[in-house]
């Protein structure tokens, strides 16, 4: 048996172009001919055929042929699941030992990514359907196998929207089949985790911590476990450090994964995180715990949230897709019946017409010979009849529409010309009115004009009316000058004031000052019986004045709920201590500055 011939890779990758073949036997058709090229290569004694097939089989385009046909198209809905996931181990197995020669950048940067991501998108699809576990185990497990061989793929399978979908699954197998794969490639090559980044490191150790965050199943847990003390083994100066920055890890082992028949493995973990930990007691304090529970509590907030809107997005598109996919069947079907529906009228059509030219066919036979062309001289006057009548029907309705149109015109031309009548009358006539009016008589009585001898003395009772009264407008000049003496004693003012604000302010802060220190030292205790921690508070004031701005706060708040005239007078028993902790009491209490309490700093 011979290898894959170049003609028969040539044939193949016709056929694959042709328009004819839907995606399904495309399918078919790859998976017989690379199925059958790969054993025939496998059974040849010189290891170095079945390289050469699969370089063969890249170079002349065919493996690109099967990415696009598992490559996600949601106008191909796919029927048959099993030949896709034979397909996609087919393809993983053909790239795993190509030597793409002078195409090794183009076969390594994008080929592997975009076979890597059909095998996943395919996977995601698979994980959907309950009847689809084991192709979905099939093709995870081409994952793999291509993994142990191009270790630079790890970064882009955890950081892949289609594996997140995969991790998001709410099945207890598919979890399980995830951490499954990444210990039998940790297993299989311990150069694996050496090929790696710390990024693609750190990504592996948090699939692996969040299965234990979120899963409750013994089987994921224990899993997980192993995976991380696998990873711990074979890179323990890479993965120690990663460890340490998960806060909380050793405590939720503890507390949640202990009794589940794997303790010594859970035991050896968390003494493989408490290594480091051990030999710095001083960060093991109760702040940094605190930090980590509050630091776990937001994660775990943040996460539940995530998943929620994502689970609602996905929901969402998922609904309108189906239904714009239900609109457009429907649309489709509706196009359909409408063609089917011409389609049948058509036929009856013609075939009433045939059964009408048979009936006078017979009709005709029927008849003796001297009478069938008075027969046929008969249909022709009919037909006439039925012409001559559609015809003078049509020209009588356009007769009749023709006129009633130069009726609307003609009635329209004689509204316009009575309007344009009446217009004009009404006009004359409200000018003829206008003038048998008698005119109005002036209001003026006397003469009709001014002489020069009254306009004279007009100008002289002016000018003494002027001199008598004189105006009092300024000048243009003197209101500017006035603008900038006004705008000049108006800055002085404002810089005045808020000198004076903050000399207040410097003034109050430094009594608050005085004020404090006189209350910490008239509360001091003895020096005999002084402790390290009262010497502490004693030098950082930060807790009296926390104490001291809590109490101001309460004050501010117990005053804005008390009535009006309630403040007209002394507020001083107001404010009192008693006071003060019943609204501290009714508030629940106050965090200010790390201060839990009724002004006692925390330890």
Known sequence: MEPLEEAEVTELKRQLEEEDLDPEQKISLLNNTL??????????????????????????????????????????????????????????????????????????????????????????????????????????????????????????????????????????????????????????????????????????????VGQLAVSSDSSVGGASVRLILLMANQQELRVQPLLHSF????????????????????????????????????????????????????????????????????????????????????????????????????????QARRLFHQKQRQLLQLLPPDQVQSYLQECERRAAVVIQSFWKGFRERQRYNNTHRHTLRQTHTRQQAARTLQRAVRCFLDKRRAEKVPPTP?????????????????????????????????SRQECERLHEEVQLLLLSELQGGDRRRREELRVEALLAHTHTQLELLREAPPLSTVTLKDSESFLSPSGPIAARARDSHNATLQASRLPWWRTLGDTADMFSPSHLQELEAELGGLFVGGSVGVGQPED
């Not at 991501?117 to 996977?123: C, D, G, P, R, V």
């Not at 009709?448 to 002027?466: A, K, M, P």
């Open 442 to 474: 002036p209001f003026w009585i006397g003469q009709h004009g001014l002489t020069d001898s009254r306009r004279v003395e007009l100008r002289r009772q002016v000018e003494e009316h002027i001199s008598l009264h004189p105006s009092s407008r300024v």
């Open 247 to 350: 806060r909380g890890l050793d405590s939720l082992l503890d507390k949640d994964w202990r009794g589940r028949s794997f303790d010594q493995d859970v035991d050896q973990l968390i003494a493989l995180i408490q290594s480091d930990t051990r030999s710095h007691p001083k960060a093991c304090t109760e702040r940094v715990r605190a930090a980590s529970v509050i630091q776990a509590a937001w994660r775990s907030y943040q996460t539940r949230r995530r998943v929620k809107s994502l689970n609602r997005a996905v929901s969402t598109l998922q609904r309108k897709y189906r239904a714009r996919r239900r609109q457009q069947q429907q649309q489709k079907e509706a196009q359909q019946w409408d063609e089917e529906l011409k389609y049948q009228v058509c036929v009856r059509r013609q």
């Open 35 to 208: 199925n059958q090229a790969l054993k025939m290569a496998a059974l040849q004694t010189d290891g170095s055929t079945l390289t050469a097939v699969k370089s063969q089989l890249y170079l002349s385009g065919v493996l690109s042929h099967c990415v696009v046909l598992l490559s996600p198209d949601p106008r191909r809905p796919r029927g048959n699941w099993g030949a896709a996931a034979t397909l996609a181990q087919l393809t993983s197995s053909c790239c795993v030992g190509v030597e793409p020669g002078k195409q090794s950048q183009t076969f390594h940067r994008l080929f592997l990514p975009s076979v890597m991501n059909s095998l996943l998108s395919l996977a995601s699809q698979l994980m959907r359907r309950a009847e689809c576990v084991s192709l979905f185990r099939k093709v995870m497990d081409s994952v793999g196998w291509l993994l142990r061989a191009h270790s630079q793929l790890t970064t882009q399978v955890l950081s892949s929207v289609h594996y997140e979908q995969i991790q998001m699954c709410d099945d207890v197998s598919v979890s399980l089949l995830c951490i499954q794969m990444w210990i039998q490639i940790c297993s299989a090559s311990r150069d694996f985790l050496s090929g790696l980044s710390d990024d693609s490191v750190l990504l592996l150790l948090n699939e692996a």
